[in-house]
């Protein structure tokens, strides 16, 4: 058995808030357990082991990607505390994934609350870009950033410190429906950010591509690049009948419309 | 607007101009101003939120661009408020529809053609970026590294930073300068076109628009009581019901609902509010699905 030290628990926290920031902003990867392992075990004087137990917790992220914006348990935290708890208690790698999970997911579940209650910030930035004040954005550019920071820190910093019961415990004192909820509205919240869209992009003569892409998404389970392809198609059938038809006038075509949507429908 | 300074009400309801006030067209940006955009990319997910996802840090990658393009301060504004709105793609591949966009705009192209091109790109990028980086080079050059970390070596996690990295910055400066050029040849050839190229790009944003609310907004009722029993028939709300229905049935009507209480004049703040407000009422009667691994 290890016992951490204060200066310790403060390096970990803030290799965790500086991964927590590489997760989303820069990219560079050193937030994967491969590099997190080496520098938490370098931080607690067992450089090989936490290479070791790095490296088995990367092959257990390797699967877990954020796709299409959608977030797996936490990998920063999973290396971190993996292979704090591997060093401390001397648990094998296998077992070390095994309580590093949990928390992983606990903090996915507190990103998601994170990324539901900042958008509201996007509304002052919209007044920032309205106005020009691009020194503001550049600013509030930084607020997310910070908060990840912070929130990295201290989710690592209390179990180096504390160990993983508190935690744990602290952890389940959260209600599980009150992360759910949270869970959920992030799911639904893209439905505002498409309405804005809609907003500004949508007319009445072309509502028949935007059910045609979302049939082709909903029942035909076309990937998106596939439905940018055939609405591309369509898209130069149109330009070129348009070209054809009246190189002055702005398009008069109403029938030729209707021609062409008929003709995507079915070609899905 | 009254005053210079807008409030959030008034730019909710804004409506932005397809031209500009100084349509003059002029050849302002340098290698230097596409390497500042390459880097402020790093930046891409800095206001990551479910709302708008990458759209505040896609506006804060294009500042050093627009800023050199739309010396007006009203153009600038409104150039920045439209690229505000939602985006997502791959971060890897963003530095493309930056290279492609900001020559757009340097050529002064009319904003929907802008908004159209934009989205068009972005869905298909996102889906391919994630085919190639983080289900192709990331298990590769992760693999080499854990084959070296798993004897202690040091130099796993080294070789996988350099190796995942040269990848990594290489496309995004390469593709910078592809996206910039291939924007700038497109343009020259569609140049008596414009109102054409803009009702083309619209067709295609809003199929991508509609694909994306069919896959991207994850609203199911398949929480533990979103089913009930009807005698031994067990029902499943999601399944059994909606799904039949029409799949993506509640994504598109709570799109649509957003749409239409946009349309009344609430705010996207309401919105989000009563979003956050279903989910935590949906989910304190089980509706809807609950974090398992923490119960």
Redesign the interface.
Known sequence: MHDVTVLQAILVGLWAGIAGIDQ???????H?P??T??VIGIILGE??VG??T???L??VW?GM??????QP?NVVIGGVIGTLFAILSGLKPEVAVGVA??FS??V??IITLL??A??????????A????D?KK??R??????VILFIGFFIMAFLPAIFGQGVVTAA??A?P????????????????????????????IE?AP???????????GK????A??????S???Y??FI??NQTPTT??PAASADADEEEDYSNGI | MAS?????KE??N?Q?PDTYEDPSVNKVIDKSTLHKMVWRS????????????Q???W??SL?PGL?KIHTN??D???A???????F?TH??LVTFVQGVIIAMEENKENR?TI??IK??LM??L???G?ALF??TL??IT??I??SL??????F??IL??LL??AV?FGLLFWLMNYGYNTGTRAIASMRE?T???S?????????????????????SLN?TNGSFAIGKMKIDLQAGIIDKI???LL??A??????W???KGR???T??GI??L???????F?L????????
């Open positions: 989303f902003n820069g990219l560079t990867h050193i994967r491969i590099v392992g080496a450089p090989t290479i070791i790095g490296g088995t990367e092959l390797a990607v954020p796709l299409a914006g959608a348990p999970v949990p997911v606990a996915q579940a990324f539901t900042l958008a509201p910030l996007m509304h002052t930035m919209d007044v870009a309205v106005n020009g691009t954005m550049d509030m550019a930084w607020i997310e950033p952890v389940k959260i599980v429906w009150i992360l759910g909820g949270f869970q959920a509205a992030g799911g639904m919240m893209p439905a505002v950010g498409f309405a804005m869209l809609l907003k500004i992009m949508w007319k072309y591509f935007f059910v045609a892409g979302f049939i082709a998404a909903a029942y076309l990937p998106i690049l439905i940018a392809l055939l609405a591309a369509v898209a130069a149109d330009f348009n070209r702005p398009a | 210079n300074e807008a409030t959030i730019v909710d804004l932005i790093l930046l891409l997910q800095s206001s990551f939120n479910y709302e708008r996802m759209g505040g840090g506006t804060y500042i800023k301060k009203k600038l504004g409104f920045l408020f439209d690229h505000m709105q939602f997502n971060p890897f929907s908004r159209g989205v068009a869905g298909p996102g889906g391919i994630d983080w289900l990331l298990p992760g693999g590294g854990v970390s798993q004897q202690g070596n040091i796993g996690p996988f930073l995942f990295n990594h076109n109102q054409k190229i009702r083309a790009a619209t067709i295609i944003g809003l199929a991508v628009v509609g694909g994306l609310t069919a896959t991207y907004i994850n609203f929480g029409m799949p993506a994504p598109l709570y799109t649509f609902f957003c749409y209480m946009l349309k705010s996207p703040l919105l989000i979003t956050l279903i989910g935590l009422i949906g989910s304190f089980g809807f699905a609950w974090p398992a691994a923490i119960k």
